[in-house]
């Protein structure tokens, strides 16, 4: 008897698919096709209508294998969804049509989604909440109006990026929402479609910028609904490529509400160009090459990490330690976010050099001292702990960690450098002013920020520095700086946008 096949339960439904008018806002080559999202939340429903008692909350090896083309003129579609009950409980459901010829009294039937649906049985996969709070790295930033004119140039309805979206070498992150006024359907079982649907189309804009490839979500390996996401609610989805390496680029995608709670997950999701190569992104997303002129400096350090401090989320402040929290806490808003920004940098590099990588909690990850304003790295699995040094300006975050003194800084201040200039500039280097290549305003900048980078490795107050240090070459690619009783050292600068960056080494 046990090798006799478990009987499962199957219904074929002949149902109804309603397309309200705003469907057709979803097209591809100017043709309403149905979205992904919908096909999930239709045989989601399906389901648990057949059969009464299922909580439909995860969704596995889900492919939308066939477009399924809406006509623009109907208000439904006919389709016939094959729905199987699993042994275990789960349903295999197929999202079907059928056609008959017109001449032929032959009936074709057409697969265009299928899936397995089932409640949660396992906990989901996690991004640490530091890392999912930005991307890494000089962002692209593109507004929803541009997101929408050129990469993903759907009708309003699926205008959901409702934010800047960034897109950073470790992916993608942007505010995203339903459509306002929202979508008046009642009893949505996976929740508002319309988050992950724009949640897909930041990797479709990462994917152009980083691969110049327009990619649509084709099949997904898993689906985890923890909080079914509100229409009248914004969330924050943060796109990660895991194998771009072929023509099928793969990501894991997160939802996250205000506060950093998972909403939902979607791992493996499966993107490529359905367009044969007809579709080719604009110019203006690829990458941009500003990200290599830092590689200077990124050599001469362990590891270094920027991120862009517009594109923190809120929730950032969830990853803090409590010694984080407690020097956090008294700041002012602007004095917060560089600090969160410092924060991410410095547990990106401890996660980079730790043996654990991304299994520690990032509250337990401490980059503060006690009465002590240097900034610590804390490496797991090790004793030492490297150098580090941190720095912002209005726009970046960065932190650098290395097994020697070290000082960085980055700057956007250049007519306070020159406002200020005879406090720290030396009879011995006003001539370099005038003979640097750039200018004089240049080379003020550049003095300033090369003193900057030297008190954080001397760990000196600045005024201090500004005494003990002399700069004796200014160059484009690389300076030099004296110390007294110290002997010199060497300064990389890197300009990205007009912010100077500056290493400083002993």
């Not at 097209?27 to 057949?50: F, W």
């Not at 409702?162 to 897109?167: G, N, W």
């Not at 490297?386 to 020697?404: G, I, Q, T």
Request: one cysteine or more.
């Amino acid at each position: 008897m046990d090798s006799v096949s478990k009987i499962v339960q199957s219904a074929i439904r002949p149902d109804s698919l309603p397309h309200p008018p705003f469907f057709k806002d979803h097209h591809v080559t100017g043709a309403p096709v149905l979205p992904a999202v919908e096909a999930m939340e239709n045989l989601a429903a399906l389901s648990r209508k057949q059969y009464p008692g299922l909580t439909p909350r995860e969704i596995s090896a889900a492919a939308f294998d066939k477009f399924l083309f809406l006509d623009p003129g109907a208000q439904n579609t006919a389709i016939h969804s094959k729905l199987e009950r699993l042994p275990d409980g789960r349903i295999q459901a197929v999202l079907r049509t059928k056609t008959q010829a017109p001449k032929a009294a032959i009936t074709r039937t057409k697969e265009h989604s299928t899936m397995t649906i089932g409640p949660v049985s396992g906990p989901a996969p996690t991004l640490p909440l530091d890392l999912a709070a930005a991307p890494e790295g000089i962002c692209r930033m593109v507004a929803p109006s541009a997101v929408y004119a050129e990469l993903v140039p759907f009708g309003r309805a699926y205008r959901n990026i409702v934010d800047t979206l960034f897109l950073g070498s470790d992916g993608a992150l942007a505010r995203v929402g339903s459509p306002q006024p929202p979508d008046d359907r009642k009893d949505l079982v996976l929740g508002s479609p319309y988050p992950l649907d724009a949640a897909f189309h930041t990797a479709c804009a990462w994917g152009q910028y980083a691969r110049k490839i327009v990619a649509f979500p084709v099949a997904l390996d898993h689906r985890w609904v923890m909080q079914p996401t509100n229409p009248q609610s914004t969330y924050f989805a943060r796109a990660c490529p895991r194998d771009i390496s072929g023509d099928i680029l793969i990501y894991d995608i997160y939802l996250y509400d205000r506060q950093g709670n998972l909403a939902e997950v979607s791992s493996g999701v499966r993107m490529r160009d359905i367009s044969g190569g007809r579709t080719q992104p604009p110019g203006w997303i690829k990458k941009p090459a500003v990200e290599s002129r830092l590689a200077g400096i990124a050599k001469d350090v362990q590891q270094m990490a920027v991120i862009e401090l517009a594109a923190v989320a809120p929730f950032a402040e969830h990853a803090l330690s409590p010694q984080e929290i407690e020097s956090y806490g008294p700041m002012a808003a602007r004095r917060k976010r560089s600090y969160l920004g410092a924060r991410l940098a410095l547990k990106r590099i401890s996660r980079a050099l730790s043996d654990d990588m991304e299994l520690r909690a990032p509250t337990e990850i401490n980059t503060v001292l006690p009465d002590n304003p240097r900034p610590v790295c804390p490496v797991a699995g090790h004793t030492k702990t490297p150098y580090c040094s941190v720095s912002h300006d209005s726009r970046f975050a960065v932190a650098v960690a290395a097994d020697r003194p070290i000082g960085i800084d980055v700057e956007d201040k250049a007519i306070q450098a020159l406002r200020n200039q005879r406090q720290f500039i030396d009879a011995s280097e006003e001539t370099l002013l005038r003979g640097f290549a750039e200018g004089e305003a240049a080379a003020v900048l550049r003095i300033w920020s090369a003193k900057e980078a030297a008190a954080k490795a001397l760990d000196v107050p600045l005024a201090q520095a500004w005494e003990q240090v002399r700069v004796t070459r200014l160059g484009v690619e690389t300076s030099r700086l004296q110390v007294r009783d110290l002997g010199s050292g060497r300064v990389k600068p890197a300009v990205v946008d007009a912010h100077l960056f500056t290493l400083f080494g002993l």
